[in-house]
């Protein structure tokens, strides 16, 4: 199987066309789908001697993606305390955790790797639904259909990512996608990581999208949760723009207090922007979570659990999320827009 991909990719390279798949578009189709599994008399997909639902390369829909990804950005890769270089999403490895908790009391209370993100039906890899959610919680989506082509259209658009938009039938027929597909624009997928000066640059729409499956979860207004998709306004671009860390909370500038790990939406962002937001500028979901997994419970692009951010994978063992000020007196990331930190004890 792996063999085929590799194959494929060869050809790829040998063609110049400097390694396209998708092309932004629906790609050929023996790519993910065999007609009478077999070629050379060999079974193409030999997890299932019959067959499989939709004539596919592999058993599940995510092991198609991954088999081949796992040759370029490493979607899921083989380590979870050992990630390949991330970017926007974080990595699916992180799903294989055995204990994510870093709490107080975490290593006798341990929360399994399937609250790490979005769980996937791959069982060829490993993986399978969610452990604990049945639905996507606020909406209706369910967990046991959770795969990468709930989120991506396999067969390509112009949209950000492939990521399937409104008025969009989803794994034929499990949802009906109502709000568009975000406006953000992504690093390239082969080279390099997310830092500071390189990062998806979100424009707009991405609170709504996951509303898409998450429903009530971005119904600011009708119920008193934390707001998604709203202009921050003065005082919280002011604060952000400010915030250079626990032991620097008032020293930042508006040109470069931009944090990749605590993003905002605005249509002026660029893929290398630094700038801060203004008052226009949007919390999102992506503020807080990561796309497919983290090394923290609920996706978390920090741990929610801990004080200070060094406590990160300190009790549970998993992987400790870089801290971006790299400081042991570095505090939840939450202040770099509400500044809760102000006040409180510096160790010398
Ligand atoms: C990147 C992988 C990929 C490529 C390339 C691809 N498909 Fe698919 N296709 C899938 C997956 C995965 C499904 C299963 C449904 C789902 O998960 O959304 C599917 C489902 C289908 C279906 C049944 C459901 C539907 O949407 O109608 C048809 C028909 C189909 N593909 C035809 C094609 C044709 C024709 C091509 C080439 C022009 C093609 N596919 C290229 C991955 C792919
Ligand atoms: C045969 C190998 C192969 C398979 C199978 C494959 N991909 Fe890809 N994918 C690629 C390559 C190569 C690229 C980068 C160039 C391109 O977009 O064509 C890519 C890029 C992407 C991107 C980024 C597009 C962008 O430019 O922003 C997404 C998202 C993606 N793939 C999703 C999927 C999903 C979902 C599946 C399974 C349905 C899948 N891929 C199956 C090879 C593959
Ligand atoms: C196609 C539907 C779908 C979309 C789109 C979607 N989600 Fe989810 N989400 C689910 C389902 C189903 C679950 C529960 C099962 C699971 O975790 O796999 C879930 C679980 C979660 C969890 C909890 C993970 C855990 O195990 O504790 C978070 C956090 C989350 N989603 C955030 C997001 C964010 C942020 C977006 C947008 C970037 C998003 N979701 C888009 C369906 C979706
Ligand atoms: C819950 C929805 C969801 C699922 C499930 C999902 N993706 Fe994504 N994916 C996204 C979103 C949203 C982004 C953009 C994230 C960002 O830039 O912050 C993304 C980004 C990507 C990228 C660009 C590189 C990156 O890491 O940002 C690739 C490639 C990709 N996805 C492939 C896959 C593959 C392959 C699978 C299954 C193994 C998958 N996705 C499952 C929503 C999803
Ligand atoms: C300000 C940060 C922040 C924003 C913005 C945010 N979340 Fe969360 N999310 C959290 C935290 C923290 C948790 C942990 C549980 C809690 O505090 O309620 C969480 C938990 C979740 C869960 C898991 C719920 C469960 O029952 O296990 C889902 C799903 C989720 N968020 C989806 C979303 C979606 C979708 C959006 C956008 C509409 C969003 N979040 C916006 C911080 C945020
Ligand atoms: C990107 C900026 C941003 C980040 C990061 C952020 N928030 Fe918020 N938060 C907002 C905005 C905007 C509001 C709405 C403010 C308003 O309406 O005055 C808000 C409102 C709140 C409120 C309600 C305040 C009130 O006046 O009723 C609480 C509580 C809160 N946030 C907690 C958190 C926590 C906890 C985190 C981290 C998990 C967090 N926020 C991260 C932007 C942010």
Redesign the pocket.
């Known amino acids: 199987m792996r063999k085929t991909f590799v194959i494929t990719l060869g050809l790829c390279f040998i063609a110049g066309t400097a390694l396209a798949f998708h092309d932004g578009g629906v790609a050929h189709c023996n790519g993910c789908h065999t007609m009478h599994n077999s070629q050379n008399g060999q079974l193409v997909d030999p997890d299932s001697p019959n067959g499989n639902p939709w004539l596919l390369v592999d058993a599940t829909p995510s092991d198609v993606c991954i088999a081949c990804h796992d040759h370029l950005d490493k979607p899921l890769g083989a380590d979870p305390l050992a990630p390949p270089a991330m970017k926007g999403a974080g990595n699916f490895v992180f799903l294989l955790e055995d204990n994510l908790n870093d709490g107080h009391g975490g290593a006798s209370n341990p929360i399994g790797g399937d609250a790490a993100g979005h769980n996937l039906n791959a069982p060829g890899h490993g993986l399978q639904a969610d452990e604990t959610l049945t639905t996507s919680p606020g909406g209706s989506f369910p967990a046991s259909a959770m795969g990468c082509t709930s989120c991506h259209d396999p067969h390509g658009t112009s949209d950000f990512r492939f990521l399937y938009g409104a008025g969009r039938v989803v794994q034929g027929g499990i949802a009906n996608f109502t709000n568009p597909a975000p406006d953000a624009e992504g690093l390239a997928v082969f080279f390099g990581s997310e830092s500071q000066t390189s990062h998806t640059a979100y424009k707009g729409g991405m609170s709504a999208w996951c509303g898409n499956c998450h429903g009530d979860f971005h119904a600011n207004g009708t119920k008193l949760i934390?707001?998604s998709g709203?202009?921050?306004?003065g005082?919280?671009a002011q604060t952000?723009n400010q915030y250079n860390g626990t032991e620097d909370q008032t020293g930042g500038l508006a040109a470069s207090a931009y944090l990749a790990e605590?993003p905002?939406e605005d249509a002026a962002n660029t893929t290398s922007s630094t700038a801060g937001?203004g008052a226009g500028s949007q919390?999102s979901c992506i503020?807080?979570h990561r796309a497919h997994a983290s090394s923290a419970p609920d996706a978390g692009r920090w741990d929610?659990s801990v004080t200070l951010l060094e406590e990160d994978g300190a009790i549970s063992g998993s992987y400790a999320i870089p801290d971006p000020y790299a400081s042991p007196n570095q505090r939840?990331?939450?202040n770099?827009?509400?500044n809760k930190d102000a006040f409180d004890t510096i160790a010398p």
């Open positions: 934390h707001p709203i202009t921050l306004g005082t919280i952000y605590v905002f937001p919390v503020t807080c929610f939840s990331l939450c770099k827009c509400h």
